[in-house]
Antibody, heavy 119, light 113 residues
Framework: EAQLVESGGGLVKPGGSLRLSCAAS????????MSWVRQAPGKGLEWVGH??????????AYAAPVKGRFTISRDDSKNTQYLQMDSLKTEDTAVYYC??????????WGQGTLVTVSS | DIVMTQSPDSLAVSLGERATINCKSS????????????LAWYQQKPGQPPKLLIY???TRESGVPDRFSGSGSGTDFTLTISSLQAEDVAVYFC?????????FGQGTKLEIK
């Protein structure tokens, strides 16, 4: 059974940094396009960005609000995806979901990890 | 960027009746080289992560009941639940994956009348 488990969320002050991890199991991680999607409290879904599989070029793409501040990476040897978040703003407060797609739509979702940016 | 707009924002349907949710993209998400619409539908129940229902606009994900169906092409799409069950109460989102950023619709809240 496919499983994605996010970790690393928590409370951080504006301007601070946080790194989220997403551990994958139950599917062939190396072939998946891995993404992050966030959901602010009581709001809809917002695509944050993705990293393609190495076979597909391994490139990344980001949403405009996070471009230049967030970095997505992957370690295929550990079946893990990361989201490095720098220069955090209060509007980045959300539940962050890790997803896996084959290669486009998000077939698998983690339970999410809450990131709260507040002074 | 492609903007996705769903209608209605909320919907109340009686058990056993048909529910229809619409999704419109600001530009076509039909890729002419393979004739595929790069559109997915997700279901999110309270306190849970979203779940993929439909991809390529009309292909049902494995394990999804056949009362769920997707249709449409180009810029106009529909998710239909043929006979509403109590467990279908949720928020439904469409998403385009034609071009980055892979935008979502604002969501449609489906309730029982």
């Amino acid at each position: 059974e496919a499983q994605l488990v996010e970790s690393g969320g928590g409370l951080v002050k504006p301007g601070g940094s946080l790194r989220l991890s997403c551990a994958a199991s139950g599917f062939t991680f190396t072939t998946a396009r891995m993404s992050w999607v966030r959901q602010a409290p009581g709001k809809g879904l917002e695509w944050v960005g993705h990293i393609k599989s190495k076979a597909d070029g391994g490139t990344t793409a980001y949403a405009a609000p996070v471009k230049g501040r967030f970095t997505i990476s992957r370690d295929d040897s550990k079946n893990t995806q990361y989201l490095q978040m720098d220069s955090l703003k209060t509007e980045d407060t959300a539940v962050y979901y890790c997803t896996a797609g084959f290669p486009y739509s998000s077939s698998y979702w983690g339970q999410g990890t809450l990131v709260t940016v507040s002074s | 960027d492609i903007v996705m707009t769903q209608s209605p924002d909320s919907l109340a349907v009686s058990l056993g009746e048909r529910a229809t949710i619409n999704c419109k993209s600001s530009q076509s998400v039909l890729y002419s080289s393979n004739n595929k619409n790069y559109l997915a539908w997700y279901q999110q129940k309270p306190g849970q992560p979203p779940k993929l229902l439909i991809y390529w606009a009309s292909t049902r994900e494995s394990g999804v009941p056949d009362r769920f169906s997707g249709s449409g092409s180009g810029t106009d799409f529909t998710l239909t639940i043929s006979s509403l069950q109590a467990e279908d109460v949720a928020v439904y989102f469409c998403q385009q994956y034609y071009s980055s950023p892979y935008s979502f619709g604002q969501g449609t809240k489906l309730e029982i009348k």
